[in-house]
């Protein structure tokens, strides 16, 4: 049997997970337990496509030759700079009689596992795509493991629109998780104080989908902090956010300053969805002790992290966003369903693409 | 007012906090808020001190040079390529008549705040330090600010004994907090299972720490995991943990069998104690869904943790493992007092340095 890791697929080096691996091998036969996808769309995480964005000068077609090139070497998408990958849409078509993942030749699927670990063999040389947007139509394969994680797009959604939505669905389902464990934990120690929540990067993907799901978690009051005057209009008139607040989430004193004047208090919680480096100590600075910071930030320095807690004497809890929790998928697409707020930014972004 | 957080020390640049700054202000001359230490001795981050060592290929002068230039440059001793610190040992020589701290003049502490955020100047050039150990003989001054933290050396524990303790003391409170939640939850929920803990690196001096912690706190079973074969018959015969495992934690899938092995399952709380880099998917892989990963290695990636449990489609909470805990040096000081086994190996590792 195959391993359900895919370690079988490791070229190099040896022993270590697809993710660590330098290299995979991206050859199309499937093993009993794999599943081979068809790709269609390529989604680059957010911050490699901005690294190679700025990297070029925003040349276009150094981007895409950048992105052929690596694809070509590693045998899957993950910029060897920030470690990051994105997500894929595709159609099954070969799923493999051991596979455990349900699928069936011809479902229209998103792959919820990072493309930092799927194998990947573009056929197309990108000739779609102009190689300034994260968003990329792609023709090529794709191999997903045992324990790897699809969703079935659904047929109610354009299948852009699920794609923008699955591909940070784990930041509204560990935010909810978070938020109401946090009231529960009030409920059972009898505090009345409200939770407060504040979500740095509010009016984004991940930041948006986080600020409905806070509110239904539970969160007595939320925040949106934002960078610039567009998205404060943009955040503040989908009515996602109780307050949405402008500030530089790398200034530290700015940042915290916002959230307590905006909350009337640090927040219980703290929701880190920028992708930009040097947010950790305003994060930290913004929480009350007894809180929790999610990062959920790819640009997120652990040792600044761990240590600006340390040094500002900060009793909180930091989670590493973890992009699964059970559920994160259907979770998301009923956000975008039922919140006209959401829906409404998410449209735009992709107008906008 | 000077700022409780050190910002009117930062030299460059502006505006952010002395952690994440990369020059700071280190005259003598205190704030009424300040504290200036006489330092007697720095204590180096392990992966600060491993990094310096394997770079200079273990020349002590090259890296006593590189300490020197690195404190004189910056203001403070924080690794360039590490980016973590350490902490430092010496006696008040002034106390600030607002300093919250409660230090006196000729009080004997440790900084329990990181180097990387503390203004330091070195007067005697490190003469008498041959480069060759993380502890470090130094004559030179140190602040801290109001928001600092800083225990007064008790009188019945050798100063360096004391100090290598202190330096690592967030491990042990951290650790016991988590499991101790766990241990609560599952009584809440009725589940009689006992709490599995897993420690890799347990017989280091966080490790062996946070196994004695762990157990305290409930654990129903331990693991302490080490690389090599003298670790491994140095923490069995203190008999710190129920079982001793060796595996090299780089090793996703030899980790995670040991790891299941030794518990008869995966483990319910992982405790990273390793400074080497690639532990963060075999601590994922060998936690059980539902449960924690606390990293305290500063060698830890963010995104390799991140992706990692994302690709591995595993519910784990992944802690970043915050230095401060309130009760933190108290409780490891007491560990060290009365788990004989802790001491033994703290007293054998300073024998050996």
Redesign the interface.
């Known amino acids: 049997m195959t391993s359900p890791?895919g370690?079988h697929r490791v070229v190099e080096p040896a022993?270590?997970?697809?993710?660590?691996a330098w290299r995979l091998d991206a050859r199309p036969e499937i093993a009993p337990n794999e599943v081979r996808i068809r790709v269609q769309r390529l989604n680059l995480d957010a911050a490699s496509f901005r690294q190679l964005s700025e990297k070029h000068g925003g040349d276009g077609e150094k981007v895409r030759a950048e992105v052929l090139d690596i694809v070509a070497t590693r045998g899957k998408m993950q910029n060897p700079v920030?470690?990051?990958?994105g997500m894929l849409i595709g159609t099954v078509e070969e799923a493999g009689r051991r596979s455990p993942l349900g699928l069936r030749a011809g479902d229209r699927v998103a792959t919820?596992?990072?493309l930092?670990?799927t194998p990947l063999t573009i056929l197309d040389g990108l000739a779609r795509w102009d190689g300034r947007s994260e968003q990329v139509p792609c023709d090529g394969y794709a191999i997903l493991f045992a324990?790897?994680?699809a969703a079935v797009l659904p047929d109610d959604l354009h299948p852009e629109l699920s794609l923008a939505v699955l591909d940070v669905c784990?930041a509204p389902a560990l935010t909810a998780r978070v938020v109401a464990e946090q009231v529960a934990r009030r409920q059972r120690e009898g505090d009345p104080r409200p939770v407060g929540v504040a979500v740095i990067g509010g009016a984004g993907k991940s930041g948006s989908l986080s600020l409905a799901a806070a509110r239904r978690a539970g969160a007595g009051r939320t925040v949106g902090v934002v960078p610039v005057v567009a998205e404060r209009d943009a955040l503040a008139g989908v009515g996602l956010a109780d307050a949405v607040a402008l500030a530089d989430a790398?200034?530290?004193?700015a940042l915290s300053t916002a959230v307590t004047t905006a909350l009337g208090a640090p927040a219980d919680v703290t929701v880190v969805c920028v992708d930009v480096p040097?947010c950790e100590?305003g994060a930290v600075?913004a929480t009350a002790d007894g809180g929790t910071v999610i990062?959920f930030s790819?640009a997120?320095?652990?040792?600044?992290?761990?240590?600006?807690?340390?040094?500002?004497?900060?009793?909180?809890?930091?989670?590493?966003?973890?992009?699964?929790?059970?559920g994160h998928a259907e979770l998301a697409l009923q956000l975008l369903r039922a919140e006209p707020g959401v829906r409404a930014l998410f449209t735009a972004r992709l107008a906008a693409d």
Chains 1, 2 share one sequence.
Do not use: C, K, W
Not at 15 to 20: F, K, N, R
Not at 82 to 85: E, I, Q
Not at 310 to 317: C, N, Q, R, S, Y
């Open positions: 890791v370690l022993g270590v997970l697809p993710q660590a920030t470690g990051s990958g919820l596992v990072s930092t670990l324990r790897s994680i784990g790398r200034d530290p004193v040097g100590h600075l990062f790819m997120t320095s652990f040792a600044a992290a761990a240590l600006g807690a340390e040094g500002l004497a900060a009793d909180v809890t930091m989670l590493v966003g973890n992009g699964y929790v059970p």
